[in-house]
């Protein structure tokens, strides 16, 4: 189906070896390989967080590499910038548009410097001809911008181009024009490095996949050869044996009941949302005393759905139904005011940082009482209460900005939890928090469902499903494609179906 076997044992066009990062003392690469040779589209795949944007960013000279070599066509780069990385020969298009919102097409492309020969020629081929130039970029849809930012890099006529999951916002005829330019470029001796979540596109238009795990390259593979699980089985590791063994046991949800009581209401309930091109009629439902998970891969709608229903966005049709009665926010307040709260994974947004830990428990409470900093006693002792239950040490007049990761998220549960709301959207809470934290914040949403709480909570960890919920529901390319009891969500089945998979075959 490819050209790979024409491409085997020419010198390579770029080849990457132990390469590594890290931020702090986290390693984000830890030796990763990879090797691209002439005239090839070659896959990068990984789950999240396995490195692969920062391979990118490496490349495209975003980021520094803190170790291991770079060279293309066997000459040894080491970009510091953008623009080096265009003079070495690579153009990158990135995950999110980089055409500044507030300029024009027109004025974007003079400050790139690019040749307008080369990017009306490119436009044109991705049907872009009739676009204004003159438009500000702020008011393009989102499918054109990802098309113009290709088309600029075309114009810098690079030796590699690194698409970076530039099809996850396309509809199906944009990206057979996506398609069709890979295998021109590649008919041209050029490369091509793809990156996608979508494994079905790799194996249409790919000749190989280097594949990423925790920083490392763990396999590099011919994707026509064994399949879809050929692909999924080295960004797992050992997770799909040991699955297909029935070794992977899991602890259950403790001391919930797994029925409900007929005709219940759902405290939240999405009908059939859709929000321009990131949900595409996202349906689900959540009840009180319920931790319903949410898991998708990078881009899939999983931010803009919360986003929706916390009213921080608005939908274009479908339905939003709270405690029964639908409803059709026009800010977040408006949901607040019906207790649906948001607790984001950037925690020192949904926190007042240079105020106390007191003040921010009782924040939730202001809107209640005249007085700012004056609370009547029996909310002082609410406040104390709070803080007693969310286990953290320190005093309750200390700033918030001075408290550790993990005790900042417990703050900002906790600020719903003081003032009584009984529905939260949780958006990958634990990011970024120790062990030890994780478990306690687990511990205080499982007392929170038990207590009659409804919880929606996305993870980026697919180790934490049956670890929080009840139940799981898995997203791709907008919309939810299974739902499942957390107890039967192991690693390789949300994976799977993460890619778009129904199972691991």
Excluded at 28 to 47: E, K, N, S, V
Excluded at 167 to 178: E, I, M, N, R
Excluded at 301 to 315: C, E, H, I, T, W
Aim: with cysteine.
């Amino acid at each position: 189906m490819t050209e790979a076997s024409d491409a085997v044992g020419r010198t390579a066009l770029l080849s990457a070896r132990e390469v590594t990062k890290r931020y702090g003392s986290v390693p984000a690469l830890a030796g990763a390989d990879l090797t691209i040779r002439p005239g090839q589209i070659h896959a990068l795949l990984g789950a999240n967080g396995a490195g692969k944007s920062t391979l990118v960013k490496i490349l495209a000279g975003v980021l520094p590499a803190d170790g291991g070599t770079v060279e293309l066509r066997g000459v040894p780069v080491r970009p510091k910038r953008p623009a080096d990385a265009f003079a070495a020969g690579v153009a990158t298009v990135f995950q999110d548009p980089t055409f500044a919102p507030d300029l024009t097409v027109d004025r974007n492309l003079r400050l790139a410097g690019i040749d307008r020969g080369r990017f009306a020629g490119w436009a044109d081929r991705l049907r872009l001809g009739g676009l204004d130039l003159d438009a500000y970029a702020r008011d393009l849809p989102l499918p054109a911008l990802r098309l113009l930012d290709l088309a600029r890099a075309l114009a810098h006529d690079p030796q590699l181009l690194v698409l970076d999951e530039i099809t996850a916002a396309l509809p199906g005829d944009q990206v057979d024009l996506v398609f069709s330019v890979m295998t021109h470029w590649r008919g041209r001796d050029r490369s091509v490095l793809f990156i996608t979540h979508r494994l079905r596109e790799v194996l249409r238009v790919c000749d190989e996949a280097t594949v990423l795990r925790d920083g490392r390259t763990v396999a590099t593979v011919v994707p026509g050869e064994g399949g879809e699980r050929r692909l999924v089985e080295p960004m797992l590791g050992e997770v799909v044996a040991q699955s297909a063994a029935g070794a992977a046991e899991v602890p259950a949800v403790p001391d919930r009941p797994s029925e409900r009581p007929e005709g219940a209401v759902a405290a939240l309930e999405a009908r059939s949302l859709t929000s321009r091109e990131h949900l595409r009629g996202v349906s689900l439902r959540v009840h009180a005393g319920e931790i319903v998970g949410v898991v998708a891969l990078e881009g899939q709608g999983q931010d803009r759905l919360f986003d929706v229903l916390s009213g921080n966005r608005p939908f274009d049709g479908g339905e939003l139904v709270v405690g029964g009665e639908p409803v059709r926010p026009r800010s977040p307040y408006d949901l607040v005011r019906k207790g649906v709260v948001l607790v984001p994974a950037d925690r020192l947004h949904a926190l007042l940082p240079r105020q106390s830990l007191h003040d921010n428990l009782a924040s939730a409470l202001y809107n209640r009482f005249s007085r700012w900093f004056s609370l009547a006693a029996d909310e002082q002792a609410l406040v104390g209460r709070t803080v007693a239950r969310l286990a953290i040490d320190t005093r309750a007049q200390r700033q918030v900005r001075r408290l550790s990761g993990g005790n900042q998220q417990k703050v900002a549960v906790g600020r719903w939890l003081t003032a009584g709301f009984r529905t939260l959207l949780c958006f990958d809470p634990t990011r970024g928090i120790d062990i030890h934290t994780k478990e306690q914040l687990y511990q205080l949403l499982r007392e929170l469902a038990g207590d009659g709480a409804a919880i929606l909570y996305y993870t980026s960890e697919l180790t934490e499903v049956p670890l929080v919920c009840d139940r799981v529901l898995v997203m791709y390319g907008g919309v939810v494609v299974q739902e499942l009891p957390a107890a039967a969500a192991d690693e390789a089945t949300l994976l799977s179906a993460a890619h778009g998979l129904q199972e691991v075959a």
